[in-house]
């Protein structure tokens, strides 16, 4: 199983980026899937995550609104659209998937349930600065 994501950079303050995370080994439909990202000296967090099976997508307070999470199955890959960019989302960004019997995408209060989690990409990291 390979979860391989790209697409980080620098951009400004106001800026927008769009990170891609292209799967192979799993089919990211049947798998409840989303973004956390790590910051200097913090903990990793959950961005947002999505369910087909639960019918749930959820994000984090600090990005509701600037972000959005997509998944295109025919490519079986998953984005997160970021716009309005702030310097605090300055971090790196690793796509996660996970069985869906976990319940990690079920509640919106399990979004930084790092142990739920089941495969894990290399992170991208994402730069915001003027």
């Known amino acids: 199983v390979q979860l391989q994501a790209s697409g980080g950079g620098l951009v400004q303050p106001g800026g927008s980026l769009r990170l891609s995370c292209a799967a192979s080994?799993?089919?990211?439909?049947?798998?409840?899937i989303g973004w956390f990202r790590q910051a200097p000296g913090k903990e990793r967090e959950g961005v947002s995550c999505?369910?087909?099976?639960?019918?749930?997508?959820f994000y984090a307070d600090s990005v509701k609104g600037r972000f959005t999470i997509s998944r295109d199955n025919a490519d079986n890959t998953l984005y997160l659209q970021m716009n309005s960019l702030k310097p605090e989302d300055t971090a790196v960004y690793y796509c996660?998937?996970?069985?869906?019997?976990?319940?990690?995408?079920?509640?919106?209060?399990?979004?930084?349930?790092?142990?739920?989690?089941?495969?894990w990409g290399k992170g991208t990291l994402v730069t915001v600065s003027s």
């Open positions: 996660a998937a996970a069985d869906v019997r976990s319940g990690w995408c079920r509640h919106r209060r399990t979004l930084s349930a790092r142990n739920a989690v089941d495969y």
């Open positions: 999505t369910s087909s099976s639960d019918g749930t997508t």
């Open positions: 080994g799993i089919t990211l439909d049947a798998y409840a």
